[in-house]
T-cell receptor, first 114, second 110 residues
Framework: DARVTQTPRHKVTEMGQEVTMRCQPILGHNTVFWYRQTMMQGLELLAYFRNRAPLDDSGMPKDRFSAEMPDATLATLKIQPSEPRDSAVYFC????????????FGPGTRLLVL | RKEVEQDPGPFNVPEGATVAFNCTYSNSASQSFFWYRQDCRKEPKLLMSVYSSGNEDGRFTAQLNRASQYISLLIRDSKLSDSATYLCVVNPGGYNKLIFGAGTRLAVHP
């Protein structure tokens, strides 16, 4: 049963620290998405990759957030420095281009910045 | 105005009830539409796609009205296991980008 995996599942850190979240997309999926979910804003798209290239990161705060795909099996989302308002659940999803219904979500990383 | 709007609920219904959720979207050029389900502290999962002709999957029926930019989900014979948040989702086109509504909470009680 193919799944998107994310690590860590939970992260508690102090304001100002760097946070790195990792995602392994489903094998064969060449589109990867990063979302953030909060009670106030709901699910927001942060970044989108296709064939490892970032095509849309308009939803991502550029000053402290960065997203990369070092290879086809790994996507990373970094926050440096972290702030309390970054506390949220960060989801990674992967899918096949042209078929939005194939977008599958990982279990998420719950981030708490103190 | 939000791109996808839903009534947040909660909808509290007894087992066996029929419940309907509605959703409106602002981008008339949107190309595809979905309902996702999200259980507490879990990831969203695709429940069903929504087509102009309407589609049914067991107790679930989804409808799309492009003219009114309106999407609905009907759940018949509600089960306790249907308790979750239901997210209305729109693909505005261009690529696989999905725009999520804030979700409607459903609580089914005995």
């Amino acid at each position: 049963d193919a799944r998107v995996t994310q690590t860590p599942r939970h992260k508690v850190t102090e304001m100002g620290q760097e946070v790195t979240m990792r995602c392994q997309p489903i094998l064969g999926h060449n589109t990867v998405f990063w979302y953030r979910q909060t009670m106030m804003q709901g699910l927001e798209l942060l970044a989108y990759f296709r064939n490892r290239a970032p095509l849309d990161d308009s939803g991502m705060p550029k000053d402290r957030f960065s997203a990369e795909m070092p290879d086809a099996t790994l996507a990373t989302l970094k926050i440096q420095p972290s702030e309390p308002r970054d506390s949220a659940v960060y989801f990674c999803a992967s899918g096949l281009p042209g078929f939005p219904e194939t977008q599958y979500f990982g279990p998420g990383t719950r981030l708490l910045v103190l | 105005r939000k791109e996808v709007e839903q009534d947040p609920g909660p909808f509290n219904v007894p087992e066996g009830a029929t419940v309907a959720f509605n959703c409106t979207y602002s981008n008339s050029a949107s190309q595809s539409f979905f309902w996702y389900r999200q259980d507490c502290r879990k990831e969203p999962k695709l429940l069903m796609s929504v087509y102009s002709s309407g589609n049914e999957d067991g107790r679930f029926t989804a409808q799309l009205n492009r003219a009114s930019q309106y999407i609905s989900l009907l759940i018949r014979d509600s089960k306790l296991s249907d308790s979750a948040t239901y997210l209305c989702v729109v693909n505005p086109g261009g690529y696989n980008k999905l725009i999520f509504g804030a979700g409607t909470r459903l609580a089914v009680h005995p």
